[in-house]
T-cell receptor
Framework: AQSVTQLDSQVPVFEEAPVELRCNYS??????LFWYVQYPNQGLQLLLK??????LVKGINGFEAEFNKSQTSFHLRKPSVHISDTAEYFC?????????????FGQGTELSVKP | GAVVSQHPSWVICKSGTSVKIECRSL??????MFWYRQFPKQSLMLMAT?????????EQGVEKDKFLINHASLTLSTLTVTSAHPEDSSFYIC????????????FGPGTRLTVL
C-alpha cells in the first residue's frame, strides 16, 4: 500500500518570492509521482509527473519537482510565484503495477500568494 | 487532447431523490474511470473504479447500493446517487485513464451536489 504526506496544509507567500511545497511518500513498490493543482470549484490539472529517468522534472507554469528516492520525497518548487498560483496543490502516487492505476493523494497544500 | 467532461456541473435536489452524474472522455477511449468525492478543504477520496463492460470495484466503506456506477462504453461512465440525503452533499470528480500509455488520469471539472 502507498501513502502520501504533504507536510504543510497552508503556505502563505508574497508575490515573486520562491516557494516549496513538500511531499513525502511511503510505498513498498515502485511508484509514479504526480503533482496536481486545483482551482476553486474545479477539477484537477496535472502540473508535472515523474515516471523514470531524470529526477528533476519540469512542469507547466514554471513549476518543477525533484524526486529523491532515498528520502522518499517529491517536493514541488517555483522560483517566483504569481497571484494566479493561488490554489490547492495535491501530491499523488500510483503504483507501477497491479493496482489498476489508482492514485493515492496527499491531504493537499493551500498556496496563498499575497501582493 | 485528453479532455474529460462532467454533467451536470452542479445540481440541487431534494432528500430522497436520485441524481445521475455523467463522466465522458471526449477525445480518447478510457478503459478505466475513477470516481472521487471531495469534501470542502479536504483531499480527494476514491470511491470506486469502473472498467468498461464490467462491474465497478468499490473502495472500503463506500455503499455500492447507494452509489451506482455504470461504465457503459469506452467514453462514458455514470454515477447515480440513490435516495440522496444531505450528508451526500459533496463535490464529485471523475477521472479517466487512457487505453494506452502509463497511468495518467485525466480529471473532469467536477459536479457539486447539494441535497436539501
Amino acid at each position: 500500500a502507498q501513502s502520501v504526506t504533504q507536510l504543510d496544509s497552508q503556505v502563505p507567500v508574497f508575490e515573486e518570492a520562491p516557494v516549496e511545497l513538500r511531499c513525502n511518500y511511503s510505498s513498498s513498490v515502485s511508484v509514479y509521482l504526480f503533482w496536481y493543482v486545483q482551482y476553486p470549484n474545479q477539477g484537477l490539472q496535472l502540473l508535472l509527473k515523474y515516471l523514470s529517468g531524470s529526477t528533476l522534472v519540469k512542469g507547466i507554469n514554471g513549476f518543477e519537482a525533484e524526486f529523491n528516492k532515498s528520502q522518499t520525497s517529491f517536493h514541488l518548487r517555483k522560483p517566483s510565484v504569481h497571484i494566479s498560483d493561488t490554489a490547492e496543490y495535491f501530491c499523488a502516487v500510483s503504483a507501477l503495477y497491479n493496482q489498476g492505476g489508482k492514485l493515492i493523494f496527499g491531504q493537499g497544500t493551500e498556496l496563498s500568494v499575497k501582493p | 487532447g485528453a479532455v474529460v467532461s462532467q454533467h451536470p456541473s452542479w445540481v440541487i435536489c431534494k432528500s430522497g431523490t436520485s441524481v445521475k452524474i455523467e463522466c465522458r472522455s471526449l477525445d480518447f477511449q478510457a478503459t478505466t474511470m475513477f470516481w472521487y468525492r471531495q469534501f470542502p478543504k479536504q483531499s480527494l477520496m476514491l470511491m470506486a473504479t469502473s472498467n468498461e463492460g464490467s462491474k465497478a470495484t468499490y473502495e472500503q466503506g463506500v455503499e455500492k447500493d447507494k452509489f451506482l456506477i455504470n461504465h457503459a462504453s469506452l467514453t462514458l461512465s455514470t454515477l447515480t446517487v440513490t435516495s440522496a440525503h444531505p450528508e451526500d452533499s459533496s463535490f464529485y470528480i471523475c477521472s479517466a485513464r487512457r487505453r494506452t500509455g502509463y497511468n495518467e488520469q485525466f480529471f473532469g471539472p467536477g459536479t457539486r451536489l447539494t441535497v436539501l
